[in-house]
């Protein structure tokens, strides 16, 4: 694969994981609720799942999404039943406590494995990959090589889009101190959340 194709690679997929969809917003609603370290792990499992579906494509493992059809399900349901969670737990925490209650309520691997699943559970990332991966790559040719700066590239670009999200939205929440707006930035964590939760809980597998 040819430096010039790697380089229009992540420049496609830098544009549509700049779009905002479900697990943007939730990462989002997750650093204004947390602040945007507790956020971290979060962002990994979800690039983490990318990466997995990305080198499931390389593979030509794409069969697995409708082979293993209700798998998918069962974890889209356990991501969407993670973000409503975590809805709960914005809308129910008192201002002047918020930050430190949903820190403590939600561990790092508890919130990589949010991540991870809402990802995973969304097999038809594995379809944009197959879809983006041929205008650069030719699939029936990949060395390991390839494959791992694929995965290398797709997580640092992965990493560089979804980061300033998270940190502005953690920025926002310690500029709003007073229990009335942490309040306000709570409720909004929450209604997002639950969007999140919906839109990824109604998404056909």
Same mark, same amino acid.
């Given at each position: ?96 406590? +918020? ?11 508890? +919130? ?6 809402? +990802? ?26 390839? *494959? ?27 500029? *709003? ?15 997002? *959340? ?12």
């Amino acid at each position: 694969m040819e430096f010039a194709g790697f380089v229009t690679y992540a420049v496609a997929l830098a544009i549509a994981v700049a779009i905002p969809g479900p697990g943007v917003i939730a990462l989002v609603a997750r650093s204004l609720g947390a602040g945007y370290r507790p956020t971290l792990p979060m962002m990994f499992g979800m690039a983490l799942g990318d990466v997995a579906y990305l080198t499931a494509a390389v593979l030509g493992l794409a069969f697995i999404a409708s082979t293993f059809g209700l798998v998918f399900t069962i974890i889209r349901y356990l991501g969407a039943a993670y973000l409503l969670f975590l809805a709960w737990k914005f809308f129910q925490a008192k201002p002047e406590t +918020s930050q430190f209650q949903t820190q403590n309520a939600q561990g790092p691997l508890a +919130s990589f494995l949010g991540g991870l699943a809402i +990802s995973l559970g969304n097999p038809k990332v594995i379809v944009f990959y197959l879809a983006l991966l041929p205008t650069f790559v030719d699939l029936r040719s990949v060395t390991a090589l390839d *494959l791992a700066l694929l995965i290398g590239l797709t997580f640092i670009v992965l990493m560089l889009v979804l980061l300033p999200y998270v940190i502005l939205a953690g920025r926002a929440r310690t500029l *709003l101190r007073t229990p009335r707006a942490l309040r306000l930035l709570n409720r909004t964590a929450a209604g997002c *959340l639950t969007g999140a939760a919906v839109f990824v809980a109604a998404k056909s597998a």
